[in-house]
């Protein structure tokens, strides 16, 4: 019989409280085998219950500052030492910008493949499948690693977090980091602060505000509030300082994968579909019936955003009532 | 200060993109252009060229023949030279292989500073800086929103997903910047003028002191194994707002699917 395979599940997660991609990450290393979960920081007590409850067989505890006040380098120095270690079939990493680079770095150091951006995962007998979707989501692409330790990172909102509970085991495991890991330094930190809203990436529901909202994002917040959605924006209204870059939907700010998107006085431009194409039901609201957003629509409405959205949301608040 | 600016010559995002049958990208076949992203990394080099002394800007690609494009850009934006990788072999190479070439390059020309696009607008791994990073063992600043200089301490701002940080290293070092960083400039007539006649010197692997056999798609740790476009969305149903329904109806439509 062939031995159990370990799966390392990089985890994403906040003082602790750990991100739902995470849960994502366990589900689909538990179809390649045992996932162990890799947590780097001092409060592995606030996330111990969650990656037992998403199948972690095991935990390793990564608890260094050398870790946490430096970039991407030391931590891929420490995957390095428990991939050495533990000899994983595996190591799944979220896509965030972090994640990647921290993949990156990862592959260099143990001539693997890496592939990025997966959006689903299949066990299969020459290792793990992947799905990408790929040209702003025109294309779908099936990979596969061939050498090494295959490599790959998630993005999330690609799969439901199945619960199953798990040993989840605690190990400490100590690094050893290199100087020359530590030479881009962080000196200053400013954390974002809360909207309260669900997190853009991980958000079932997200509504985009764009140029049409002419710099008056209430309308979108409050729809978005009355959906229990995050908010996003398209890059004119970032770049119109209407909004914070950190909010901005495409290809050089987030990738949304939600149940539903609403683009409300946004154009859909191909860089603006490039991170929002992959949700499942589209829905838009724009005054303009030649706007290229309404090829991609489910359901469109053409219209004055301004006179729409109030009503909808006022709608919406009595429906739940 | 010399800087070595890694460009991408990539299929244009508005063309008709497609893979060959091999599976890899088709660059031969449609429009290219330099990598929209990587003129942000073009412009940040002619601002530290313009605030620093006795810097040069050497731009470098990897890609087929007609990549050369990319580097004639950045040549009519401003800089000054460029190496134009090209060898049969390389065709097909992924993200590891990309980077043991574009490594060997910045070696050799022994650079203070390596710019980078955040991410390349076709394949957009976005994860080709930190591999040149890791490769060179040089300090790697990513991701940057702003650049500013200090001597030879660059410092930035990187608006990341939970915070807004900002990251100091000193040089020589590997800094990548976002399309937030600047506004990229337009080639000028005296650019495009003066770009005909800075030097670019195409090298082979061989130059580089690279075994064929280490790059290319046989040589690639990632296989793609199929690869299919997908069915446009079926077309859904849009409304007009004249009549003040529109409101209604879209509620009605989000309640049918369940989202209220
Ligand atoms: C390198 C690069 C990267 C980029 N990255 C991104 C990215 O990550 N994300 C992104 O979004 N864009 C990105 N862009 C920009 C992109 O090309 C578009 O310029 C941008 O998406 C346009 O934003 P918009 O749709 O809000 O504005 P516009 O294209 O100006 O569209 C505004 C829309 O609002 C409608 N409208 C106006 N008033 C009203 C009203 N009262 N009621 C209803 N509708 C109204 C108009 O009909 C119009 O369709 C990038 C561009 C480049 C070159
Ligand atoms: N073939 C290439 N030639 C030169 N530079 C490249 C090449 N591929 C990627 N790069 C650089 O690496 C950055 C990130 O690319 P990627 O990791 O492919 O998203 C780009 O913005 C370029 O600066």
């Not at chain 1, 979707?133 to 099936?142: I, K």
């Not at chain 2, 002191?209 to 990632?222: E, F, M, N, R, S």
Request: hydrophobic share 45%.
């Amino acid at each position: 019989m062939a031995a159990v395979t370990e799966i390392l599940v990089l985890v994403d997660h906040a003082e602790g409280a750990v991100r739902k991609t995470t849960a994502e990450l366990l589900t689909l290393a538990r179809r390649l085998g045992e996932p162990s979960a890799v947590f780097v920081g001092s409060q592995v007590g606030a996330a111990r219950d969650a990656l037992k409850r998403y199948g972690a067989e095991k935990i390793y505890v990564l608890d260094d500052v050398a870790l946490t006040d430096y970039l991407v380098a030391p931590k891929a120095e420490a995957l390095t030492q428990l991939v050495e270690q533990t000899r994983p079939a595996a190591v799944l990493i979220p896509s965030s910008a972090e994640g990647k680079e921290i993949a990156g770095r990862l592959a260099i150091k143990v001539s693997s493949g890496l592939i990025t951006d997966a959006v689903d995962i299949q066990a299969g007998e020459a290792g793990p499948l992947t799905t990408q979707s790929v040209f702003a989501g025109s294309h779908t692409v099936n990979a596969r690693v061939t050498h090494g330790t295959p490599i790959i990172t998630v993005k999330p909102n690609s799969v439901t977090p199945e619960e199953v509970d798990g040993g989840a085991a605690e190990e400490a495991f100590s690094v050893t980091t290199s100087d020359a890991a530590k030479t881009a330094r962080i000196v200053e930190r400013r954390p974002r602060a809360a909207t309260g809203r669900p997190e853009l990436t991980e958000a079932a529901i997200v509504v985009s505000g764009g140029r049409g909202t002419a710099g008056n994002f209430e309308p979108v917040e409050e729809l978005a509030d009355a959906l229990g959605a995050a908010v996003g924006a398209s890059r004119a209204a970032v770049d119109s300082g209407w909004y914070p870059h950190a909010y901005q939907v495409g290809q050089t700010g987030k990738t949304v994968s939600p149940q539903l998107y609403v683009a409300v006085g946004i154009s859909g431009a191909i860089q603006h579909r490039a991170g929002m194409q992959t949700a499942k039901t589209i829905v838009a609201v724009n005054k303009d019936d030649e706007a290229p957003i309404f090829e991609l629509v489910d359901f469109g409405v053409v219209g004055d955003l301004h006179a729409v959205l109030p009503k909808a949301t006022q709608a919406v608040n009595a429906r739940k009532s | 200060m010399k800087i070595v600016c890694c460009v991408k010559y990539v299929p244009d995002a508005t063309a008709d993109r497609r893979f060959n049958s091999d599976h890899t990208v088709d660059r031969a076949g449609v429009d290219g252009v330099l990598s929209e992203l990587d003129e942000y990394a073009v412009e940040e080099a002619l601002k530290i060229r313009e605030a620093v002394d006795e810097s040069e800007i050497v731009v470098v690609t990897m890609g087929p023949d007609i990549a050369r494009a990319a580097i004639l850009k950045s040549l009519q934006m401003g800089a000054d030279s460029g190496v134009h990788v090209v060898d049969e072999a390389i065709h097909g190479s992924d993200a590891v292989g990309t980077s043991l070439v574009l490594a060997k390059v910045i070696e050799q020309q022994q650079a203070d500073l390596v710019l980078c696009g955040m991410a390349s607008t076709d394949g957009s791994m976005s994860v080709l800086p930190a591999m040149l990073a890791e490769r060179l063992e040089l300090p790697q600043v990513t991701f940057a929103s702003e650049v500013s200089l200090d001597g030879s301490t660059v410092r930035i701002r990187r608006d990341g997903d939970a915070a807004t940080e900002m990251i100091e290293a000193t040089a020589p070092l590997l800094l990548s910047v976002t399309d937030q960083a600047n506004e990229p400039r337009y080639p000028s007539f005296k650019g495009i003028m003066a770009a005909k006649k800075k030097p670019v010197e195409t090298v082979s692997l061989a130059d580089l002191g690279i075994d064929a056999a280490d790059v290319g798609l046989d040589a690639a740790w990632t296989r793609v194994e199929d690869a299919q476009s997908r069915p446009p969305r079926s077309a859904g149903t849009v409304v007009t707002d004249e009549d003040g329904t529109g409101a209604d109806r879209l509620v009605e439509f989000l309640a049918g699917q369940k989202f209220i």
